[in-house]
């Protein structure tokens, strides 16, 4: 078996090694026929490299070919541009923008190379057509960009611009006001294609043009105001009812003007580009934003009366809320300026409205004191000073400028737009309850003043009453404490009380003091005269009142029927007592003469009176 498996592997190694012996035969016969091409292709490389490289001179010189052929229609193209593209243009853009736009193209392209190859012996003639052709398209631009503007524009009426317009229009006062829209937005793209070609062209005329339609519609809308400030008007010579409308003028400027501005700034970025789009808007409302301010500068200058305050204060609360808006649309332009301008105006309204109320303050305690009224009603200081301030803190504004502590930072304001602020409160409670304090002593040097010390009385009552009432009905003024409201009103009892007693006091006593002697007959003469006298006098003393009161007023018909209800309840009692116990005594034989004024006549009389 062994020599068996020696025999088998003998002949393997023997199969091997022929099949070697093969391989290696096979590969040298392979590596001379690879030898073999590759110097064939040698020779057939040198054999083509002329052919090579003359096709590579042919292909440089079939592209310069085309170059030169491209150059040379190019320039063809260019010195025949004008008469391919004139028919085109002569037509204007207001039936085929797209045509005309792409024809205008290529003419200010033609232009623009012809400008640059005037070597060319033809390019000065067909560089004059072109630049002629452009003309007449610029013309043909300009005036379709006219026309499209003034067709799609949509001039507002100012009347409808301001709140009460808006709201009565609306017919809510919750509706937000809508964009003001000047021109329809459908035309703004061809507006601006064509604004776009001629400004391109160096048709500027269309800037021009552009800002004079947009400042004459502005100045239009300006114009419908009513109280608007002619120029150099001095307002310092005027009343305040007259400065009062040109306030109100200013107001409903000033909130037009900013709606306007809002609008003219974002039509101007719609139809150009920058610089031109804020060129344009400075163009067109920088006149009327700078007459606006001064207008309102004037007004600062008129008289300091205190009504002026709520005058400054509406100027100053549309400030407050036009401000932020003009910033975005004023600041970062060269109407800059204007701005600065404005916010100096109003800087310059809050001080001028805390020196008019502090001069105001001064002046409550300065009315002279001989100054009265004959009726002994409520005087106008009272009534003036009291409305004054009830008005005054209508305004949202009037805390922080009056009462902010200007060292500190301002707080922010609560939803109703007041300032929460403790000491805003303190400090508004303090200058209330001065103002009130200086009114009460110059009402008691008018009280003074009077000869009569029960019209004197009537006279405080009255105006210390219409006080506590003023204070109690708002919620501004309360603030100075129910303590002072409940010490006023026991002030306004005890001037009833001193009123009843010097006007009825002695017309009471008579009637309680004086009776008839009881189971006694009265003497001749003496008794019988007495009793006259007494009766004279009591009718005398009756007879002044009545006069006296039928020219005297309680004005508050509450407290005129408290009074009246009080006077009659102490005399009539009395009265009707004392002459029926007089009926009785015979004392005269004309009693008509002497019982001259019945229980009803003074009833009569209390009605009749105190109701100038």
């Given at each position: 078996m062994a020599e068996m498996g020696t025999q088998t592997l003998s002949i393997r190694i023997e199969q091997l090694s022929q099949?070697?012996?093969?391989?290696?035969?096979?590969?040298?016969?392979?590596?001379?026929?690879?030898?073999?091409?590759?110097?064939?292709?040698?020779?057939?490389?040198?054999?083509?490299?002329?052919?090579?490289?003359?096709?590579?001179?042919?292909?440089?010189?079939?592209?310069?070919?085309?170059?030169?052929?491209?150059?040379?229609?190019?320039?063809?193209?260019?010195?025949?541009?004008?008469?391919?593209?004139?028919?085109?243009?002569?037509?204007?853009?207001?039936?085929?923008?797209?045509?005309?736009?792409a024809a205008f193209n290529k003419l200010d392209a033609a232009i623009t190379f012809l400008q640059k190859h005037r070597n060319l012996s033809t390019a000065d003639d067909a560089l004059r057509h072109a630049t002629d052709l452009q003309k007449d398209g610029l013309r043909l631009c300009h005036e379709e960009f006219l026309s499209v503007l003034i067709a799609n524009s949509q001039e507002p009426k100012a009347s409808k611009l301001t709140s009460a317009g808006f709201k009565q229009d609306m017919g809510e006062a919750s509706h937000p006001q809508q964009e003001l829209v000047l021109v329809m937005p459908a035309v703004l793209p061809k507006l601006r294609t064509l604004a776009q070609s001629m400004l391109r062209c160096r048709g500027s005329h269309v800037f021009k043009a552009y800002c004079d339609l947009q400042r004459e519609v502005l100045d239009r809308c300006l114009a419908t105001l009513p109280n608007q400030a002619p120029p150099n008007e001095d307002m310092s010579k005027m009343s305040w009812s007259q400065v009062e409308?040109?306030?109100?003028?200013?107001?409903?400027?000033?909130?037009?003007?900013?709606?306007?501005?809002?609008?003219?700034?974002g039509l101007s970025q719609a139809i150009f580009d920058s610089p031109?789009?804020?060129?344009?808007?400075?163009?067109?409302?920088?006149?009327?934003?700078?007459?606006?301010?001064?207008?309102?500068?004037?007004?600062?200058?008129?008289?300091?009366?205190?009504?002026?305050?709520?005058?400054?204060?509406?100027?100053?609360?549309?400030?407050?809320?036009?401000?932020?808006?003009?910033?975005?649309?004023?600041?970062?332009?060269?109407?800059?300026?204007?701005?600065?301008?404005?916010?100096?105006?109003?800087?310059?309204?809050?001080?001028?409205?805390?020196?008019?109320?502090?001069?105001?303050?001064?002046?409550v305690s300065k009315d002279p004191a001989k100054n009265t009224v004959a009726d002994g009603t409520v005087h106008p200081l009272t009534a003036t000073t009291l409305s004054f301030l009830k008005r005054l803190f209508i305004y949202r504004?009037?805390?922080?400028?009056?009462?902010?502590?200007?060292?500190?930072?301002?707080?922010?304001?609560?939803?109703?737009?007041?300032?929460?602020?403790?000491?805003?409160?303190?400090?508004?409670?303090?200058?209330?309850?001065?103002?009130?304090?200086?009114?009460?002593?110059?009402?008691?040097?008018?009280?003074?003043?009077?000869?009569?010390?029960?019209?004197?009385?009537?006279?405080?009552?009255?105006?210390?009453?219409?006080?506590?009432?003023?204070?109690?009905?708002?919620t501004a003024l309360a603030v100075i404490g129910q303590d002072w409201i409940e010490q006023h009103k026991d002030q306004v009892e005890q001037y009833g009380e001193e009123y009843q007693n010097q006007s009825w006091g002695p017309v009471i006593a008579l009637v309680k003091e004086n009776r008839p002697p009881a189971g006694r007959a009265l003497s001749a003469a003496k008794d019988r005269g007495a009793i006259k006298e007494m009766f004279l006098t009591l009718n005398g003393y009756i007879q002044t009142l009545q006069e006296q009161q039928r020219q005297w007023t309680i004005p508050d018909t509450l407290l005129q029927s408290n009074m009246k209800d009080a006077i009659a309840e102490d005399f009539l009692p009395a009265y009707k007592d004392f002459l029926e116990a007089y009926k009785s005594v015979e004392f005269t034989k004309s009693a008509e003469k002497y019982f001259k004024y019945s229980v009803k006549d003074i009833q009569a009389m209390l009605i009749d009176t105190l109701t100038k």
């Open positions: 099949s070697l012996d093969w391989s290696h035969q096979v590969s040298q016969e392979a590596c001379g026929v690879l030898d073999q091409y590759c110097n064939q292709l040698s020779d057939l490389e040198r054999a083509v490299q002329p052919v090579v490289l003359k096709t590579q001179q042919l292909i440089q010189t079939r592209e310069k070919i085309k170059q030169a052929r491209a150059q040379a229609e190019e320039v063809l193209d260019h010195l025949d541009a004008s008469r391919k593209v004139e028919a085109k243009i002569l037509q204007g853009p207001h039936t085929d923008l797209v045509s005309f736009m409308k040109k306030v109100h003028g200013w107001v409903q400027a000033l909130e037009v003007l900013t709606q306007m501005l809002v609008a003219e700034s031109y789009a804020e060129a344009a808007f400075d163009e067109i409302v920088s006149k009327q934003t700078a007459e606006l301010t001064k207008f309102g500068q004037a007004i600062l200058q008129s008289k300091r009366l205190p009504d002026k305050v709520f005058g400054l204060l509406d100027m100053h609360e549309q400030l407050d809320a036009q401000l932020p808006v003009l910033s975005q649309v004023l600041a970062n332009t060269n109407s800059g300026n204007v701005f600065k301008d404005m916010r100096s105006l109003h800087e310059k309204l809050q001080v001028e409205i805390q020196e008019t109320f502090a001069e105001f303050l001064g002046s504004s009037a805390l922080h400028i009056l009462f902010q502590d200007t060292s500190s930072p301002t707080p922010k304001r609560d939803g109703s737009g007041h300032l929460p602020d403790a000491g805003v409160t303190q400090r508004m409670a303090d200058t209330v309850l001065q103002l009130l304090d200086a009114l009460l002593a110059n009402l008691n040097s008018k009280a003074k003043a009077y000869k009569n010390k029960a019209l004197s009385a009537l006279f405080l009552m009255n105006n210390v009453h219409y006080m506590v009432k003023a204070v109690e009905n708002s």
